[in-house]
């Protein structure tokens, strides 16, 4: 018991070196922006699979559950928006620019964060070559996280549907239960991270350490759902201070702690070798 708290105590003295909360903080602004574009994403592909309405009812229902319902008006007028605007929003010149920005600057400050704790160098060098390769693997590791950040969030809007689906055709009793339910996504959530890790620490974590640095960020992302769950539940001063934005600051809210736990979930994967060696 003693040697987890001494780990999670490294894993705190070490986040701030690494800046953790403040690349949190750079992430949640970004998300505004890199919002749209996800959300068109997330809903053209879970329209093929659950249906167009569906899809967006999950979407909400998850912020529903992670955020008490506080984020949730936010959301709604959100989509409500987007489908007024999606023919600007794709198809203007301005419009494309402002979510092409968003996004880029959302994975590229990201990316800089996983730079930070793996200590992985895509930069210039002095061959042209070898500049053009690292240029290269660079965007392949912007899209490696946007394709891990989708994944994760179908891993906790989409599968729920499709277990109760499988239940009801299926007639299996025990996928109806909902700890079943919790235990697959938390199991496959463990393993996406883990695999992420892997991934973005261009090799530089051995598998066991990432499945250290899944199961860290896992947990810590089910004490957070149910951490902010109470604290929007028993809590009403931000809709006292901020009205309607209330909603706004909500998810704003929700963005910056998740990001935090994907940074600490990177960075404990990271400690995990050197805590078993002593270090």
């Known amino acids: 018991m003693t040697g987890y708290l001494n780990f999670i105590k490294k894993v705190g003295g070490e986040a701030r070196r690494a800046e953790i909360p403040r690349h949190a903080a750079a992430l949640a602004f970004y998300a505004i922006y890199a919002l749209a574009p996800m959300v ?52 203007s010149a301005v ?4 979510l092409l920005y968003g ?13 930070g704790i793996f200590g992985v160098h895509f930069g210039p060098e002095r061959g042209v070559s070898q500049t053009l390769l690292n240029f290269l693997k660079s965007a392949a ?29 299926l007639e299996f009793a025990l996928l109806k239960s909902s700890w079943t339910i919790f235990a697959v996504v938390f199991v496959l959530t463990v393993l996406t991270l883990a695999f992420m890790y892997k991934i973005v620490s261009a090799g530089g974590v051995a598998w066991r350490d990432a499945l250290v640095g899944g199961i860290f960020g896992t947990i810590l992302f089910s004490i957070l759902n149910i951490a ?22 909500a998810f704003l809210l929700w963005i910056y702690s998740v990001s935090q736990i994907l940074l600490l979930g990177g960075l404990s994967a990271e400690l995990s070798k050197e805590f078993r060696n002593g270090k």
Do not use: M
């Open 103 to 115: 996004l880029s600057h959302f994975f590229n400050t990201l990316k800089k964060a996983f730079f």
């Open 40 to 91: 068109i994403i997330f809903v053209a592909i879970g329209g093929v699979l659950l249906g167009q309405g569906l899809a967006e009812e999950q979407l909400i229902r998850y912020f529903d559950i992670r955020t008490g319902g506080k984020a949730v008006p936010f959301i709604e007028d959100f989509l409500s928006g987007l489908k007024e605007t999606r023919a600007h929003l794709l198809f």
């Open 228 to 249: 902010l769950s109470l604290y929007f539940n028993l809590f009403h001063s931000a809709h006292a201070i901020y009205g309607a934005s209330s909603s706004l600051i």
């Open 141 to 169: 590791y912007s899209v490696f996280l946007a394709v891990f950040i989708i994944l994760l969030t179908f891993l906790n809007t989409i599968i729920p549907v499709i277990i109760r689906f499988a239940s009801g055709n």
């Open 95 to 98: 419009g494309l620019f402002i």
